[in-house]
């Protein structure tokens, strides 16, 4: 009876399997698990850069490497799993593990090292004061700054209504909502990652204020006093500058008119 290649012996032949995705906040550890059977290195992102490797003989880990990043946070053991301590956002990337005699690649892992979540911050993007009921509207924003590999979510009781994400590279995110000023239903505004999230919740009648009690919203009063101020910021050097030429004109009109006075005097002798 035949039988078939031992398929799935390609896997030290050089098919490595599936990347292995690791996901950890800052500052906890994280350990890439292999078993090897042979002399291995570990290289580090699209570069290859080599960190550590071990052989029969020897562990040798590649602290000098990036400026020194990974020193004193690196561990390798006889199975040759590689473990990072006090994990930074700068040891984001693929890791791979490499049969060193033939540079057949064995293992790949991506790693995501998440910085702490940021508080989400809501602010009254547009509250008017409503004459009709038509009017009664308010457009709130939620924001975060700083985040990577991240989702914004505005939800509705349990059910999300809408969201944006972010890449790889750490940016800032924004989400608006629109919402009735009578509404009495649960918004929250939630940042989250593969292991963690944060949330603020809407207080419609804080954030949403009207003109019934005689008072304009909190985003209108900045508003114009911004504008006040932009206002007088050009406005008041041209009133100084207005005041001193008028000053050095009249000055100099009060001289002309002495050495008029004076000369007709001397004149008259």
């Known amino acids: 009876m ?3 290649p031992n398929i799935c012996g390609l896997g030290e032949l050089g098919v490595s399997d599936a990347v292995r995705v690791k996901s950890v906040m800052v500052g906890e550890s994280v350990t890439l698990e292999i078993q ?3 002399d291995i290195e570990w290289k580090f992102r699209s570069h290859n850069i ?4 071990i052989s029969r003989d ?4 590649q602290e000098k490497v990036l400026d020194g990043s990974f020193r004193g946070r690196l561990t390798l053991d006889q199975t040759g799993s590689l473990t990072i301590n006090n994990t930074r956002t700068t040891d984001s990337g693929e890791y791979k593990a490499i049969m060193t005699s033939t540079g057949i690649l064995l293992h790949t892992f991506k790693l995501t090292v998440h910085a702490p979540l940021p508080i989400p911050v809501i602010s009254t993007y547009l509250s008017p004061c409503p004459n009709t009921s038509s009017e009664s509207r308010c457009v709130l924003l939620c924001s975060v700054v700083n985040v990577r590999s991240a989702t914004l979510s505005w939800y509705k ?3 999300v209504l809408s969201s944006t994400s972010a890449s790889d590279l750490s940016i800032s995110l924004s989400l608006p909502l629109e919402v009735e000023l009578q509404d009495k239903s649960t918004y929250s505004c939630v940042v989250s ?9 809407l207080d419609i009648d804080t954030l949403c204020n009207t ?3 005689g008072l304009f919203p909190k985003a209108v009063i900045l508003l114009v006093l911004s504008a006040v101020v932009g206002v007088a910021a050009a406005v008041v050097p ?5 005041l001193i030429s008028r000053c050095l004109q009249k000055k100099k009109s009060v001289q002309e008119e002495a050495k008029i006075t004076y000369s007709s005097i001397d004149y008259g002798l």
């Not at 080599?50 to 490797?53: G, R, T």
């Not at 041209?238 to 207005?242: D, E, F, G, I, N």
Request: with cysteine.
């Open 157 to 159: 009781g349990n059910s």
């Open 36 to 38: 090897r059977s042979g």
């Open 193 to 201: 990652n593969p292991i963690s999230n944060q949330t603020t919740h």
């Open 50 to 53: 080599l960190i550590a490797y």
């Open 238 to 242: 041209v009133l100084v500058y207005k």
């Open 211 to 213: 003109c019934s009690d």
């Open 2 to 4: 035949l039988t078939s």
């Open 58 to 61: 020897e562990i040798k880990l």
